[in-house]
């Protein structure tokens, strides 16, 4: 059977070390998971369950080290903000699924970027609205290659930072996570069936901030490497 437009290449993210491509199905996003980070949001550092949100597949912008990857200022903010998260990608099915078998369903880990888009999200959250327009446009998760457990171990500790035109931003470590990566999986797993091809970015730490066209961003997590990209011009009015 044909489709009715063209389709569209599978969005796909590089694993490292070889020619594997590992297809994308779906992004969920952790809110809040250092705690440093939710105070700075104005939001309680208590251990409450974890909240999630959502990016579609084609916001992703594979880049592969010692690539840049290049990331247009988006649309409709003046608040572009950067949030570097440990990315964890999912290679088996589960649902309901015990933290301490949690682990089993991981395929690997990379480094990722959460952009954000933050004036629309604070004027949606003020008004209790979702947060769509601030966290789901295209080119707002942009990752480095996954590096499968099977080559680095499950990581649950390591130094993770950001720095911005050379300048250190963001840094902390996994270990400060408010919930561990196999407690994330528990809790979303109550809302969702995982599937292999679904990515989780698991939350921040402190220090997020605005770039703007033309700054140089480099993420880095110890023992998966780095991810560098740069601010782009705004797409041009037509």
Same mark, same amino acid.
Request: overall charge negative; hydrophobic content about 45%; charged content about 20%.
């Given at each position: 059977?044909? @489709?009715?437009?063209?389709?569209?290449?599978?969005? +796909?993210?590089?694993?490292?070390? &070889?020619?594997?491509?590992?297809?994308?199905?779906?992004?969920?996003?952790?809110?809040?998971?250092?705690?440093?980070?939710?105070?700075?949001?104005?939001?309680?550092?208590?251990?409450?369950?974890?909240?999630?949100?959502?990016?579609?597949?084609?916001?992703?912008?594979?880049?592969?080290?010692?690539?840049? &990857?290049?990331?247009? @200022?988006?649309?409709?903010?003046?608040?572009?903000?950067?949030?570097?998260?440990?990315?964890?990608?999912?290679?088996?099915?589960?649902?309901?699924?015990?933290?301490?078998?949690?682990?089993?369903?991981?395929?690997?880990?990379?480094?990722?970027?959460?952009?954000?888009?933050? %004036?629309?999200?604070?004027?949606?959250?003020?008004?209790?609205?979702?947060? %769509?327009?601030?966290?789901?446009?295209?080119?707002?998760?942009?990752?480095?290659?996954?590096?499968?457990?099977?080559?680095?171990?499950?990581? +649950?500790?390591?130094?993770?930072?950001?720095?911005?035109? &050379?300048?250190?931003?963001?840094?902390?470590?996994?270990?400060?996570?408010?919930?561990?990566?196999?407690?994330?999986?528990?809790?979303?797993?109550? @809302?969702?069936?995982?599937?292999?091809?679904?990515?989780?970015?698991?939350?921040?730490?402190?220090?997020? &901030?605005?770039?703007?066209?033309?700054?140089?961003?480099?993420?880095?997590?110890?023992?998966?490497?780095?991810?560098?990209?740069?601010?782009?011009?705004?797409?041009?009015?037509?």
């Amino acid at each position: 059977m044909k @489709y009715a437009i063209p389709a569209w290449d599978c969005p +796909s993210v590089p694993v490292a070390g &070889g020619a594997l491509l590992y297809p994308v199905r779906h992004i969920y996003c952790v809110g809040r998971n250092y705690a440093e980070h939710a105070r700075e949001m104005g939001g309680d550092a208590a251990k409450e369950p974890p909240f999630f949100f959502t990016k579609p597949a084609d916001a992703i912008v594979p880049v592969v080290p010692p690539d840049v &990857g290049h990331v247009q @200022y988006p649309l409709a903010t003046k608040n572009y903000h950067h949030e570097i998260e440990l990315v964890v990608a999912i290679g088996a099915r589960g649902v309901r699924v015990a933290p301490e078998r949690a682990n089993a369903l991981i395929y690997g880990y990379a480094v990722g970027l959460d952009m954000t888009r933050r %004036d629309l999200q604070a004027a949606l959250r003020e008004i209790k609205r979702p947060w %769509d327009l601030g966290k789901s446009f295209a080119q707002a998760a942009p990752i480095a290659p996954i590096h499968p457990v099977s080559e680095v171990g499950y990581v +649950s500790r390591g130094r993770i930072s950001l720095e911005v035109n &050379g300048a250190v931003r963001q840094q902390g470590d996994l270990a400060d996570m408010i919930w561990d990566v196999p407690h994330v999986l528990h809790f979303l797993s109550q @809302y969702y069936e995982l599937l292999p091809g679904d990515l989780i970015f698991t939350g921040t730490p402190s220090g997020v &901030g605005a770039v703007v066209a033309g700054d140089v961003l480099v993420g880095r997590i110890e023992s998966l490497g780095e991810l560098k990209i740069s601010i782009d011009e705004a797409v041009a009015q037509t």
